[in-house]
C-alpha cells in the first residue's frame, strides 16, 4: 500500500504518517511535507522519485503528472487499467492525504494584496483530492485532520478501511473543495466590485454551532457563519454568560442589532418574537434603557435587549429584577456583569464594535419551496433630498427629531408596520397586521393601555408604507398624534394630506418604503 501526503495543515500529520508507516504503508511526499516528515525521522520518498519530474515553478507544479494521477485513479478490478499502468511504470497510490494552501487564511488577514490571496489558490492539491474521491472504491482520500484516527483504526481492526468510510470520506472531498472554489470565486467578484446578483449563485457558509433545535423543538437547527470579517456581528459575540443561543435567541437579536446600528446616539432596543418592543435614545445610556423599558413593560418579558454603551450597574440592577433572554452590549462594568451572572441562564453577549452596520451589498436570503428569494439588504433610511413636508403646518425641531427616530424604528417592524413615538422614545408599536388601520389602531391601543391614555398626546407617527385611505389620519388624530411620517406614492396622498390639513397634523413623505415581510 502507499499514501501520498501533501498537506498544509500539518494538525497531527506526524503521528498519522508514524502509524502507516507501522501498518507497511509505503510514503510519497511533497514540498514543505515531505521535510517536515523527515525531520521526524520518518522514512518517506519525495514525489519526484516517483514521478521522475523535478518540483518547479515555486512549487507551482509537483504532483500535477499523468504517473500520480493514473496511479490515483486506476481501477483496481479493472484488467486493462492495471494493465495499463503496469506498461507505463505507474505505481497505485492507496492513501491520499491532502489539505490545501490556507486561502482563507490568507484573505482574512489585514491588508492582503491581490497577488497574495491568487497565490494561495491551490490547484494540484484540488485536483488530487479530485481524482482520489471519484476512485473512492480503491482509494481512502483524507481532508480532515480529525479522520486520521478513524482510518488508522479501521486499518488496525481490519487491515483496510470500509467502502462505507471510504464513501463518507469522499462526500467531505467534495463538500471541501466547493467551499475552497466558492470562497476564490466570492473574493474574485469583492475584488472586481461586482456587485450584481449572478447567473449562478454559490454560497458557503461555516457551522458555529449545532443547536438543540431550530425554530420549534421538532424542527432541527444549526447555526452557521460568513466567510471573512463580519466586526459588530452576532456570529463573532462573545458569550460571557448563560445557556447557549437558541435559533429564536439569534435570529430575535440579530433583527435587535440591526435596528440598533441605526443610531448613533446612546440607545437602547428591546425586541421580542423579531419586533422591537421598545426603542429609547438619549445623551446617556441610562436614560435611553429608561425609555426603552417603560415603552413597554410586558413585553420586554422574555425579551431581548440590545444597547450601544457600556452597561452600568444602575441598568444590571434594573435588568436583573425582571425576566430576559439576551443582553449584548459592547462592553459591561465589572459590577453590573458580576451582578448579571447571577442569573446563570441570562444570555449575555458582548459585540466589540456594535455599531458597525452590515455591508450594504450582503445578501437577504429566503428560503421558499423548491428555491430562494435573494435581495440585497435594506441598507438605506431615506434619502434627505426626497424629504417633503406636503402639509400647511410644518414640524417643530422637536417633533422632526422624533419623526426621523420613528422612521428608523419603523424600518424594523413587520409590516404592515407602525411605530408612534414621543421624546426619542416608542410609545406604541403596531406590527404585522395585514392592513394598515389596524396596524395604527393597534399601535395607539398598546400604547395608551401600557404607558397611559396621555402616551400618545403630542406624538408623532411612523408608517412603513403609504396611507391607502385617509382612515389612519383619522384615527391619529383621536389620539392626539401631531406629526405622521410615511414614504407618500398612493394615488389617495392627496386625501390624506387635506385630512392632516383639517386637523393641525404635520405630514412628511420620505419617497422610500421599508417593508419588512
Known amino acids: 500500500m502507499r499514501a501520498l501526503i501533501s498537506v498544509s495543515d500539518k494538525t497531527g500529520i506526524v503521528g498519522f504518517a508514524k502509524d502507516l508507516l507501522a501498518l507497511g504503508v509505503d510514503i510519497v511526499s511533497t514540498g514543505g511535507t515531505y521535510s517536515k516528515l523527515k525531520e521526524e525521522g520518518i522514512k518517506v520518498r519525495e514525489i519526484s522519485e516517483v514521478t521522475g519530474f523535478p518540483e518547479c515553478l515555486d512549487g507551482r507544479v509537483k504532483t500535477l503528472h499523468p504517473k500520480v494521477h493514473a496511479g490515483i485513479l486506476a481501477i483496481r478490478e479493472n484488467v486493462q487499467h492495471m494493465d495499463q499502468i503496469k506498461e507505463l511504470e505507474v505505481e497505485t497510490i492507496d492513501f491520499v492525504i491532502v489539505n490545501l494552501y490556507p486561502f482563507k487564511e490568507t484573505i482574512l488577514k489585514e491588508n492582503v494584496t491581490r497577488s497574495e490571496a491568487v497565490e494561495n489558490i491551490d490547484i494540484g492539491g484540488p485536483t488530487m483530492l479530485r481524482s482520489a474521491a471519484k476512485n473512492y472504491q480503491d482509494v481512502t482520500v483524507v481532508v480532515d485532520p480529525d479522520d486520521y484516527s478513524k482510518v488508522i483504526q479501521e486499518l488496525r481492526k481490519n487491515k483496510s478501511v470500509s467502502l462505507e468510510t471510504k464513501f463518507h470520506l469522499m462526500q467531505k472531498v467534495f463538500v471541501h473543495t466547493s467551499n475552497y472554489d466558492t470562497m476564490i470565486a466570492d473574493f474574485i467578484k469583492k475584488e472586481r466590485k461586482d456587485f450584481d446578483l449572478p447567473t449562478t449563485l454559490t454560497l458557503t457558509y461555516e457551522k458555529v454551532q449545532d443547536m438543540r433545535y431550530g425554530e420549534n423543538p421538532h ?51 428591546a425586541c421580542k418574537h423579531g419586533n422591537p418592543c421598545g426603542v429609547g435614545s438619549a445623551d446617556n445610556i441610562y436614560t435611553a434603557w429608561d425609555k426603552a423599558f417603560r415603552s413597554d413593560k410586558v413585553s420586554i418579558f422574555g425579551g431581548i435587549v440590545v444597547l450601544n454603551r457600556q452597561v452600568t450597574y444602575d441598568i444590571a440592577k434594573e435588568m436583573s429584577e425582571i425576566f430576559l433572554e439576551v443582553i449584548v452590549a459592547p462592553s459591561f462594568e465589572k459590577e453590573a456583569i458580576d451582578l448579571l451572572k447571577t442569573k446563570k441562564n441570562l444570555r449575555i453577549l458582548q459585540i466589540d464594535k456594535i455599531e458597525k452596520p452590515q455591508d ?103 408608517s412603513d408604507a403609504f396611507f391607502p385611505f385617509d382612515d389612519c389620519v383619522e384615527v391619529a388624530h383621536q389620539a392626539g398624534i401631531k406629526a405622521i411620517i410615511q414614504p407618500g406614492g398612493s394615488i389617495r396622498d392627496e386625501d390624506s394630506i387635506k385630512k392632516c390639513n383639517e386637523y393641525g397634523i404635520t405630514m412628511v413623505f420620505t419617497g422610500m418604503r421599508h417593508f419588512k415581510h
Open 219 to 269: 424542527q432541527k437547527g444549526a447555526f452557521y457563519r460568513e466567510i471573512g470579517k463580519r466586526i459588530g456581528s452576532l456570529v463573532d459575540a462573545i458569550q460571557l454568560n448563560g445557556k447557549e443561543l437558541s435559533f429564536n435567541n439569534i435570529n430575535d437579536t440579530n433583527g435587535a442589532l440591526e435596528l440598533l446600528k441605526e443610531f448613533t446616539e446612546p440607545t437602547v432596543v
Open 360 to 462: 450594504e451589498n450582503s445578501y437577504d436570503l429566503k428560503k421558499v419551496n423548491g428555491g430562494l428569494i435573494v435581495q440585497t439588504i435594506d441598507s438605506k433610511l431615506l434619502n434627505k433630498d426626497d424629504l417633503k413636508i406636503v402639509t400647511d403646518r410644518e414640524p417643530t425641531n422637536s417633533e422632526m427629531d422624533d419623526l426621523l427616530f420613528a422612521w428608523k424604528v419603523v424600518k424594523y417592524v413587520k409590516s404592515n408596520g407602525i411605530a408612534l413615538a414621543k421624546n426619542m422614545q416608542t410609545v406604541g408599536i403596531g406590527p404585522g397586521q395585514v392592513n394598515r388601520i389596524w396596524a395604527t389602531k393597534q399601535s395607539i391601543e398598546h400604547g395608551q393601555e401600557l404607558i397611559g391614555m396621555d402616551a400618545t398626546k403630542g406624538a408623532v407617527l411612523a
